[in-house]
Nanobody, 124 residues
């Protein structure tokens, strides 16, 4: 049984930082591209960042809205995906999900597995 469990969300002031984690189990983690998505109230879910697995050399892709502020990384030893978020803005407020796909670091791929999400709120 595949499980993806996000953690690290919380309340942070504008300009602050958070580091999200996604612990994976029940899958061969290194084979999967791992992505972060987010959904704000009343909005559709959107792509944030993705990092490829071992076959793609761990290449990364980012949404334009987070480039230069967010960094995705992974530990294939710990089966964990990370998202370092800096210079946070109120518009980054959302429920953040991690997801896994075998189809490479493609934001538009079909993601096979999803976590339950962790809430990030950016407010003064």
């Amino acid at each position: 049984q595949v499980q993806l469990v996000e953690s690290g969300g919380g309340l942070v002031r504008p300009g602050g930082s958070l580091r999200l984690s996604c612990a994976a189990s029940g899958l061969t983690f290194s084979r999967y591209a791992m992505g972060w998505f987010r959904q704000a109230p009343g909005k559709e879910r959107e792509f944030v960042a993705v990092q490829g697995g071992s076959r793609s050399g761990g290449s990364t892709r980012y949404a334009d809205s987070v480039k230069g502020r967010f960094t995705v990384s992974r530990s294939d030893i710990r089966n964990t995906l990370y998202l370092q978020m800096n210079s946070l803005k109120p518009e980054d407020t959302a429920l953040y999900y991690c997801a896994a796909t075998l189809y490479g670091p493609n934001p538009a791929a079909t993601y096979d597995y999803w976590g339950q999400g962790t809430q990030v709120t950016v407010s003064s």
